[in-house]
């Protein structure tokens, strides 16, 4: 069984930095694709950065330069450095797995279906 457990939400004023972990079990990590997706309040979810089943990252366009996904094989976990945080950043954030059987988030190329409980970011202005 799939368990998807992210961590390091909080709130911090424009500028900051965050930096949210993912750790995922029973999952063979590194041949799937991993990525982050967020909601804000009263949109829906949208990505925000990928690794694909090859390695290779990428990020939505308002992210990119500011936020970095990366990941550790070994210990199972992906992380989002986030920097220079702003107002629009606001959301909650949520780690997702590839489920190439059952997934039904389509994004880049990717099947997400395993997903975390999210962790909230807030940035003040």
């Known amino acids: 069984q799939v368990h998807v457990v992210e961590s390091g939400g909080g709130s911090v004023q424009a500028g900051g930095s965050l930096r949210l972990s993912c750790e995922v079990s029973?999952?063979?990590?590194?041949?799937?694709?991993m990525g982050w997706f967020r909601q804000p309040p009263g949109k829906g979810r949208e990505g925000v950065a990928v690794?694909?089943?090859?390695?290779?990252?990428s990020y939505r366009d308002s992210v990119q330069g500011r936020f970095t996904i990366s990941k550790d094989n070994a210990k199972n976990t992906l992380y989002l450095q986030m920097n220079s945080l702003k107002p629009e950043d606001t959301a909650m954030y949520y780690c997702?797995?590839?489920?190439?059987?059952?997934?039904?988030?389509?994004?880049?190329?990717?099947?997400?279906?395993?997903w975390g409980q999210g962790t909230q970011v807030t940035v003040s202005s």
């Open positions: 997702a797995a590839e489920d190439t059987t059952y997934g039904t988030t389509w994004y880049l190329g990717c099947r997400f279906g395993y």
């Open positions: 029973g999952y063979t990590y590194s041949r799937y694709c």
């Open positions: 690794f694909d089943s090859d390695g290779r990252t």
